[in-house]
């Protein structure tokens, strides 16, 4: 069982930047690739980011260059620095963690954290 809190949304004027962070609650985080998605209202929830446990990153498209997702094994934390914000980044941000077949399989998520681009 893994448990994930995220934390960090916000209201933010177009332009500007936010760090959004999930802890994960789980005894190796090693064992984890961790994921953010998002859903803005009457949206399907989209894939933003992904890293693999061995730091391999993936972004869609509309994030390329101005989100970047990094993780902290030692904190057992993923973070997802977002820059030059647009109104359509709105939406509820989730994490997600994968565990990676060897050591059961699993997928988890967290409870969302709001971010609202508006000036």
């Known amino acids: 069982q893994v448990q994930l809190v995220e934390s960090g949304g916000d209201l933010v004027q177009p332009g500007g930047s936010l760090r959004l962070s999930c802890a994960a609650s789980?005894?190796?985080?090693?064992?984890?690739?961790m994921a953010w998605y998002r859903q803005a209202p009457e949206k399907e929830r989209e894939l933003v980011a992904f890293i693999t446990n061995g730091g391999m990153t993936n972004y869609t498209d509309s994030v390329k260059g101005r989100f970047r997702i990094s993780r902290d094994d030692r904190r057992k934390t993923t973070a997802l620095q977002m820059n030059s914000l647009k109104p359509e980044d709105t939406a509820v941000y989730y994490c997600k963690a994968i565990v990676m077949a060897q050591a059961g399989g699993g997928v988890y998520w967290g409870q969302g954290t709001q971010v609202t681009v508006s000036s």
């Open positions: 789980v005894r190796v985080f090693g064992i984890l690739h």
